[in-house]
Structure formats: C-alpha cells, structure tokens
T-cell receptor
Framework: DAGITQSPRHKVTETGTPVTLRCHQTENHRYMYWYRQDPGHGLRLIHY???????DKGEVSDGYSVSRSKTEDFLLTLESATSSQTSVYFC???????????FGNGTRLTVT | QKEVEQNSGPLSVPEGAIASLNCTYS??????FFWYRQYSGKSPELIMSIYSNGDKEDGRFTAQLNKASQYVSLLIRDSQPSDSATYLC??????????FGTGTSLTVIP
C-alpha cells in the first residue's frame, strides 16, 4: 500500500448520527480524494483536496463535508447519516493532477 | 453520456487464454488513462498507465490506446485464476477530473 491508512475499517451507525471517517497518508502527496463505491455505480467522487484547507466538491457531495488541516490528514464527515450513505468509502492520494490515484483499504459504513 | 463506459461482463476465459477488456471515454481531450484491478472486498490497485496512442506492455499486461476512436483496452495474456477480479478503466479528462468506469468482472476458469 502507498502509505494510506483509513479509519475506522468498519462502522455501523444509526440514521441521524454524525460520522467522521479519517484518511491519513505518509507520502506527502498534495492531492487527496474521497470516493464511495456502490454496486452498479462504481467509484464516485465525493470531495477532493488539492492542498491544506483547499477542497472542492465532487459529483456526489450532498450530505458530506470535508476538512484538511494538515497535509497528511483528510477527514470526511456525514453530518446526519442516512441509509443511502451506506457504502464502502475509499480515500485516494496522488502527487499531481495527472498522476494515478493510490487507494487506501476502505471503510465499510452501514447506516441502520 | 457517461464519461467512461465499460462492458460490465461478466467475462469468462479459460486459463492460458487472452482476456480482452475494453473501455470508451467521452472527452476527446483526455490525456491520461489507467487500468485498475480490484479483488472482491479489496481496494483498487493500479496495474497500468498509458498516455500515448499505441501499445504499452508490462509483463502479461498490454494496454492499448486509440485517441481517435476514444477507446482504451487491456489485454491479459496467459490468463491465470489469480487474474479473476474486476477491472476498472479510469480517465483524467480535460478538466483534470478523474473518472472511473463501473468495471468489468473477469473470471479465469482453471
């Protein structure tokens, strides 16, 4: 793995509760991404960051927020979890906008 | 129209055969193309990058790019049961957005 750690690996939570997923990298890469992966939809970009405090929305950003206060950490927050946010969440990193992405091991989130 | 399209399969090939996986993309100005392999329950793993028209070979894998026709393909020679996985095509478009196809499931039958 490319020095990317996601935590937690698994989480079950109830509808309406806040949830924060963490991505930590040791590669000093500038770009960090959060994706969700669902059957039939593939990987869809939620939010990404191109530097400390610099973030932007992806195609499925509604209901999610992110923060990046340090190069190595990128947090994804579900303010009020819904069942439609049950998914596998992947963090990815790259060192430039044209470089391939390298993925963390994923977080399986279940919202009941 | 989706940015990246793949045949979802499943694709089954006998061990030792050539597996051919195809992908088309919509943004003609795209410059960077990738193939990822994803085993069930695991994260996507980069196996090939290609940036120029033509073929690029790495071991048993060959990526082919045809920008005029807007397609990318991946050939796996001498397919092994360990190649059984879902293969994701990915493209960086002119807006520097990274898009993935939904993947093609490959099964190599011993």
């Amino acid at each position: 793995d490319a020095g990317i750690t996601q935590s937690p690996r698994h989480k079950v939570t109830e509808t309406g509760t806040p949830v924060t997923l963490r991505c930590h990298q040791t590669e000093n890469h500038r770009y960090m991404y959060w994706y969700r992966q669902d059957p039939g939809h593939g990987l869809r970009l939620i939010h990404y960051s191109y530097g400390v405090k610099d973030t932007d929305k992806g195609e499925v950003s509604d209901g999610y927020s992110v923060s990046r206060s340090k190069t190595e950490d990128f947090l994804l927050t579900l303010e009020s979890a819904t069942s439609s946010q049950t998914s596998v969440y992947f963090c990815a990193i790259s060192d430039s906008s044209q470089s391939p992405l390298h993925f963390g091991n994923g977080t399986r989130l279940t919202v009941t | 129209q989706k940015e990246v399209e793949q045949n979802s399969g499943p694709l089954s090939v006998p061990e030792g055969a050539i597996a051919s996986l195809n992908c088309t993309y919509s943004d003609r100005g795209s410059q960077s193309f990738f193939w990822y392999r994803q085993y069930s329950g695991k994260s996507p793993e980069l196996i090939m990058s290609i940036y120029s028209n033509g073929d690029k070979e790495d071991g048993r894998f060959t990526a082919q790019l045809n920008k005029a026709s807007q397609y990318v393909s991946l050939l796996i020679r001498d397919s092994q049961p360990s190649d059984s996985a879902t293969y994701l095509c990915a493209v960086i478009n002119t807006g520097n957005q990274f898009y993935f196809g939904t993947g093609t499931s490959l099964t190599v039958i011993p």
